[in-house]
Every structure is written in structure tokens, then in C-alpha cells.
């Protein structure tokens, strides 16, 4: 069976979380999981980050976590980064300046990479997991680095 739940909770653990979908539910929209002006030029001024809702059980972890080990990374491509690093530290605690972004999906792998070298030189790759909703991300970072890996539905296995 999985190791991930025991070495999510080792104090050393490093973890960078996914925003959306991760750390927010994507109920962005009034009828819709996303918001309805997605795709459209007024999306850009729309902040959408504005109502999230913290998610408990990832609010749970994060807050007997220390933050110094938490980060986020995420794909924005419609400028809302700062929104986004607001919401990240109004609910979670995790600070703005540990939120990092791409355009990409494709380059968060070598993000973390160049982070983790940067932040945590001499760290075990067993103590760095990268959590993420989608599939094909996860896919990414298992081909990519040498670091665990975790979904999010994993804390509903321990509610």
C-alpha cells in the first residue's frame, strides 16, 4: 500500500500543492465549476480567488505543517497570480512569496526542480511531495523528478 500519508506527515516533508483543484474546489462560477466569463478578455479583471473557501482537510494538514516547507505551484494563464497568491495565504497561511507560476503544465517539473536544488540542497527525494489534481501533471513529475507524489482525494481516505 501507499507510504504517501506517513510521509506527508513527517515534520521534514517539503510539499508543493497545486492551487486549483488542490487547494480550491473550483466553484468559481454561479452555475458552473468555472467561472462563465473563462476564455474572454473580462475574465482577466474578474477575481475569481475573492470567495474561495478554505478546504478543511487540507486546511487541517497545512496549519500542523511548517510553513517554511509549504509551496504552491501553478498554471496561470490569465494574469491572476497575485489574486491567487492572496487567497493561498488569507486561507492556508502558505506565504505569497512561496507561490511560483508557469503557463505551462509542461514546466512545472523542472520548477520544482530548480526550486527544491535552490531551497533544500541536501534533501532526500523521498522527503518532497508534489500534490496535484490532474493526471497528466502527475504523470509529468513521476517522469520527471525523483520526488513522491500525491492527489488531493488522498485526505478524504483519512476523514
Same mark, same amino acid.
Not at 506527508?8 to 466569463?37: C, M, Q, R, W
Given at each position: 500500500?501507499?507510504?504517501?500519508? $506517513?510521509? %506527508?506527515?513527517?515534520?521534514?516533508?517539503?510539499?508543493?500543492?497545486? =492551487?486549483?483543484?488542490? %487547494?480550491?474546489?473550483?466553484?468559481?462560477?454561479?452555475?458552473?465549476?468555472?467561472? $462563465?466569463?473563462?476564455?474572454?478578455? $473580462?475574465?482577466?479583471?474578474?477575481? =475569481?480567488?475573492?470567495?474561495?473557501?478554505?478546504?478543511?482537510?487540507?486546511?487541517?494538514? =497545512? !496549519?500542523?505543517?511548517?510553513?517554511?516547507?509549504?509551496?504552491?505551484? !501553478?498554471?496561470?494563464?490569465?494574469?491572476?497570480?497575485?489574486?491567487k497568491s492572496e487567497m493561498v495565504e488569507r486561507l492556508y497561511g502558505i506565504p505569497a512569496s512561496h507561490c511560483f507560476y508557469t503557463l505551462e503544465a509542461k514546466e512545472k517539473p523542472q520548477i520544482v526542480m530548480n526550486k527544491v536544488k535552490e531551497l533544500f540542497p541536501d534533501i532526500s527525494p523521498e522527503s518532497v511531495v508534489l500534490m496535484d489534481d490532474n493526471d497528466d501533471t502527475l504523470g509529468m513529475y513521476m517522469a520527471q523528478t525523483p520526488f513522491c507524489t500525491a492527489h488531493p482525494m488522498i485526505f478524504m481516505e483519512y476523514l
Open positions: 500500500m501507499s507510504n504517501i500519508w $506517513e510521509i %506527508l506527515h513527517k515534520p521534514d516533508t517539503v510539499v508543493f500543492f497545486d =492551487i486549483d483543484g488542490t %487547494l480550491t474546489s473550483y466553484n468559481y462560477g454561479k452555475n458552473h465549476a468555472h467561472h $462563465e466569463l473563462d476564455g474572454t478578455p $473580462e475574465f482577466r479583471d474578474v477575481n =475569481i480567488y475573492a470567495d474561495c473557501k478554505r478546504l478543511k482537510p487540507l486546511y487541517d494538514y =497545512i !496549519s500542523g505543517h511548517d510553513v517554511n516547507r509549504l509551496f504552491c505551484i !501553478s498554471r496561470e494563464p490569465h494574469g491572476h497570480e497575485a489574486w
